[in-house]
């Protein structure tokens, strides 16, 4: 199964993605922000992805969350690329019978077994790079 992205330079350091579902995602490293930088999204990606599970978990466990926040941190490396070395994900959540111990099955769970975004960081990945040169009398802009 592929998804897709498709990104579209505004100027700046400023981006858009679109879906194929044809939701957007605006991508923003800017001197003046109005989005996410990167780095940020991809933190978001893996907060949401997690989130989702845990709450789907805590749902078939007849435990539904009645609050429920995750708070993401990740350590860049100082040298070049700036990537993350260590991420911490703090699930907060409370409701009916929810304990500590529910919670951390349920986020295990997801971070272990089903959060696509989680094993995507968490192996190694083939990023093909390819390149076009476009046609100026077709961009739409």
């Given at each position: 199964m592929k998804k897709t992205l498709n990104v579209t330079w505004l100027g700046e350091q400023r981006y858009l993605g679109v879906a194929e579902s044809g939701h957007q995602l605006l991508i923003d490293n800017s001197a003046v922000k109005v989005g996410v930088s990167p780095m940020e999204a991809?933190?978001?990606?893996?907060?949401?992805?997690?989130?989702?599970?845990?709450?789907?978990?805590?749902?078939?466990?007849?435990?539904?969350?009645?609050?429920?926040?995750?708070?993401?941190?990740?350590?860049?490396?100082?040298?070049?690329?700036?990537?993350?070395?260590?991420?911490?994900?703090?699930?907060?959540?409370?409701?009916?019978g929810i304990t500590e111990e529910a919670l951390h099955r349920a986020a295990h769970l997801s971070h272990e077994k089903y959060c696509s975004v989680a094993a995507s960081l968490n192996s190694e990945i083939v990023v093909e790079t390819r390149v076009e040169a476009a046609d100026p009398a077709a961009d739409p802009a």
């Open positions: 991809l933190l978001g990606a893996l907060a949401t992805c997690t989130a989702y599970d845990v709450v789907e978990i805590m749902n078939k466990r007849r435990t539904p969350l009645t609050h429920y926040r995750i708070e993401v941190e990740g350590e860049r490396a100082d040298t070049t690329p700036k990537r993350y070395t260590h991420i911490t994900v703090r699930h907060i959540a409370s409701g009916p």
